[in-house]
């Protein structure tokens, strides 16, 4: 019997030689089949790619702008040469279709092509005779090692929000990846090798909470962003700021989506669908619960039936899928078991799923998609994070039941009015509790040049991720006062200073 590959660490520039102590199955979750193992770090492990970047942060952190910024430029050019290569290891692991993981990419490019504008972004600030003839300014230097603990979702692009800004800032990285879909940490850590980063400035260990807690708890890692669950989230924020680290935990989601009366229905159908079943639902910004106010309902759930019933399902690699599978077989379970405890509790399945079967694929984590009506705020379907193609539409009489009942949610990450009235929707954006809002726009994931963050249960922590909020992150700033010597300032005088 063939033995699977295993996906090792990638430490000081070079894939780990030496067998895993630990390991755990890589799925292809389309076939069902392991096709791989991935090694599971010790702590032993994390110290040393903790070590070696602490070694090159020493001299990285001195690395000009100029030079720092040529490395971005080149792995920029080599992550878009490389994309469909990488593209097929995201729907050999992660399972989502060749179109989405393409989109993946790019957007974890947009991200990349920010960074290469460090030199401007990392500017200080400067202001002359604040007293008479004494400078101050202000400048943002690296943290020196931190560390990325990222989800199963976007395994690409989740990671190329962190370490292209931390980078360039010129700290160094530790990645822990999810242990899900990891070849593609390795992959780019090459790339990152071939557009001449120093070893060391980017490490990737693989593994489970054993690798996290010892980087949580390490002396040498400064700071910390993690995006994932809430509960994870949470943890991470409470064990690594208790250790001294800044952080940034982003959590999970459950994003609702407004229907105004007036909407454009077919625009809202085609949006809840494309918004809802994208990934298999399985996307922090995925939409979960169709808000419709009013009669919206009667109007919108028959055009989202037809498209549903329309859809295609199966092996993301086949040109012709629009939804793959789900990441594992309890994921997929666990999703399916949501779509039983919606009916138990009285909600309406206009659209089952749960019988679905690809023909070649039936050991493939697959659900379709489904629908649920007069889904109650009570219900777990309503509660729970489903993280799968699971839609709910909730039923209620106005706009300010709809934006109570999206206030009072303990996530807050994002959110989508569908209206034609600019004042609605003007309305909406000012008095929405959550980080990161659409207007006629389901997924209103921000560009590279704003942040990424949603508000409560969706983030712990100050900062949002990537855009400016990522150079601060990963910098911290130093005001300087100065002033040259001249005869005139001689004279001992106890008083505190004061502005002259
Ligand atoms: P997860 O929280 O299970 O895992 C995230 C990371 O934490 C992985 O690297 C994993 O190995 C590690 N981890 C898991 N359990 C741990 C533990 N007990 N102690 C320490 N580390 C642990 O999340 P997931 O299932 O990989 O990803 C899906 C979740 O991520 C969803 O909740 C989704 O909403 C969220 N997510 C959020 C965003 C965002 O920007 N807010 C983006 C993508 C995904």
Redesign the pocket.
């Known amino acids: 019997m063939a033995t699977a590959k295993t996906i090792n660490h990638w430490i000081d520039g070079k894939a780990l030689e030496r067998a895993a102590e630990r390991s755990t199955d890589v799925f292809n979750p389309a076939t069902g089949d392991v096709q791989a193992k991935v090694a599971m770090a010790t702590p032993a492990q994390v110290d040393e790619a903790v070590e070696s970047a602490w070694k090159a942060s020493l001299s990285w952190r001195h690395v000009s702008l100029a030079k720092r910024t040529k490395v971005l430029f080149a792995f920029r050019q080599l992550v878009d040469k490389h994309q469909h290569e990488i593209a097929k290891l995201l729907t050999l692991e992660h399972g989502k279709v060749t179109a989405d993981a393409l989109g993946e990419v790019n957007r974890g490019l947009e991200v990349i092509e920010f960074a290469c504008g460090i030199a401007d972004l990392s500017k200080g600030e400067y202001s002359e005779n604040v007293s008479t003839e004494v400078d101050s300014y202000s400048i943002r230097q690296p943290l020196g090692v931190v560390a990325g ?6 395994p690409a692009m ?1 990671p190329m929000w962190m370490y292209p800004i931390a980078i360039a800032c010129g700290n160094t990285f530790v990645l ?5 879909d990891p070849s593609v940490a390795n992959f780019c850590a090459e790339l990152m090798n071939d557009a001449g980063l120093p070893p060391g400035v980017l490490n990737v260990v693989h593994g ?2 054993v690798a ?2 010892r980087l949580l708890e390490h002396p040498k890692v400064s700071a910390i962003s993690f ?4 509960p ?1 989230a949470q ?2 924020y409470e064990t690594g700021t208790k250790h001294g680290k800044r952080v940034q935990a ?4 459950k994003n609702h989506m407004i229907v105004l009366p007036d909407a454009d229905m077919e625009l809202a159908a085609d949006a809840a669908v494309s918004a809802g079943y994208g990934s298999a639902g399985e996307r ?1 910004m995925a939409i979960s619960v169709v808000v419709c106010v009013g009669n919206a309902a009667d109007q919108l759930i028959p055009l989202m039936q037809e498209r549903i019933a329309k859809l295609k399902v199966g092996d993301g690699l086949d040109g012709s899928s629009e939804m793959g599978p789900l990441i594992n077989k309890a994921h997929r379970d666990k999703v399916a078991g949501y779509v039983d405890a919606g009916v138990a509790e009285g909600a309406k399945l206009v659209a089952d799923g749960r019988l679905l079967k690809v023909s070649g694929r039936e050991n493939g984590f697959f659900l379709g998609p489904c629908l649920f009506d007069n889904v109650t705020p009570e219900m777990s379907i309503y509660k729970d ?1 489903i ?1 799968g193609p699971v839609l709910g539409v909730t039923r209620v009489g106005t706009y300010d039941q709809a934006i109570q009942m999206i206030n009072s949610n303990p996530y807050a ?1 994002g959110v989508a009015i569908f209206t034609n009235d600019g004042g609605a929707a003007r309305k909406f954006q000012h008095e929405v509790e959550v980080g990161m809002v659409g207007i006629n726009v389901p997924i209103p994931v921000p560009m590279a040049y704003y942040s ?1 963050g ?1 508000w409560k249960a ?2 712990f922590g100050d900062h949002h991720i990537y855009g400016r909020d990522g150079v601060h992150f990963y910098t911290r700033t130093k005001a300087v006062t100065s002033r040259w010597p001249d005869p005139k300032h001689r004279g001992v005088n106890l008083g505190f200073p004061t502005n002259k």
């Open positions: 603990i990222t989800p199963f979702n976007f989740v822990k990846p999810s242990e899900r489970d909470k996290v807690d995006v994932g669950s809430t994870i943890y991470i982003l959590g999970g989601a922090c994070e993280f990450n990424f949603g969706s983030l």
